[in-house]
C-alpha cells in the first residue's frame, strides 16, 4: 500500500529515510541537499548547487515513476535570504510553466555548507 | 490530471511558482505572505498582517473551488517568537471550530518586512 | 468528508488546531512537541524529549486511526544543528526499518525549552 524508493546508484542516505514514498497516487520526496558521487555535500558555485538538488529531487521522482511536471508543491529552505534571487532564477529555469505551488523560507541545515534544500509531493494518479 | 489557479485580481507572482494546484481531490497553497494591491509587502499592524494573510490563502483556496473549512493542514511561518500569542488570537477567531491541523515555527524571510507566511491543504474529494 | 481527532487523555491543545485530520485517505499529524500531563514543555534529556515527541506524534496517528508504519512523510524541526546526530540515533531506532520519506530543518519554536517539533503525513487508503 506504502511503496518506498531510492534512486539506483544514489549513495546510501547517512540518516534513516526513504528518498520517496508513494501512496495514493501522490509521491513524497525527502528534502534533497546536492552532494557529490560519495555523499559528501557539494562546495562551490551556488547555482550548481541548486540545479544539483533540483537534479536529486527529480532522481528520487524517476525512481517513483513520477515526472517534474507532476509535482504539485514544492518545499524550499535557503541558509540565508539574499539567496532568494539566485534561487529564484535557476528555480524558473527549471520550471519555464506551469511551476508547482511553493514555500521558500530561511532555516539553517544539519550541515553548515548546506545553502538550499528542496522536498517535493507530486501526484502521479 | 493537475490543475494551477491563480486568483482573479492578484498581482503576478514575482516568483515562479502556481498560487494553487489541485490534484487527486487535494489543493496545494503556495505561503502566502500580505501584500498591497501592487504586490508591494504589507508595513503595519501585526493583527492586519495575520489577516491579510489569511485573507490571501483563502482567495487561493477559492480559485481553486476550495472553502477553508476544507483545509486539512495549515503551515504557519512567524519571523519571531513573540508573535505567537497574537498570531493564535487572530488565527483563533478565523477558525473558531473545527480547526486545521498545524504546524507554526519561526524562521526568516525572503524579504526583511515580512512577519508571517503561511501555506495550506485543503480537501476538496 | 473530514474527520478531526485529538487522543483521548492529551491535555487540549493551547493553540487552535487539531492534533489530527483525515480526508482522502490521507491523515494529517500537527507538529508534535514533548509535554508532561500538564501539556507543560518537557525540561530534560534530549533522548526522552524525542521519544515522547514520536510517541506524540503515534498517539495522534492512533487517534486517526493509523500505524507508525503507514507513516509516508515526515518533517522534523530541531532547535540546533548539534542534535541531528542524536535525533538520528533515536530515530533509527523508531523506524529501523522502511522509514518514511523525511525533510529536517533547524529552526526558532514559540517555546525556548523546545528542541524538536516533529509533523506527519500517513496513508490509511
Redesign the interface.
Known sequence: ??E?FHPEGFPTPP????????????V????QVATDRDGKVFLGDFAREVEDTLDNVEACLAAAGARP??I????A??SN?TL?APF?EI??RR?PS???????????????DVRV?I?A?A?V?
Open positions: 500500500m506504502i518506498r540518516v534513516p529515510l526513504s528518498s520517496a514514498t508513494k501512496a495514493g497516487g501522490f513524497f520526496v525527502s528534502g511536471d507532476q504539485v508543491k514544492i518545499g529552505f535557503l535570504a532568494f529564484n528555480y524558473r520550471f506551469a511551476p508547482p505551488a511553493r514555500t521558500t523560507v530561511v532555516v539553517a541545515f544539519g550541515h553548515p534544500e522536498e509531493i501526484y494518479g
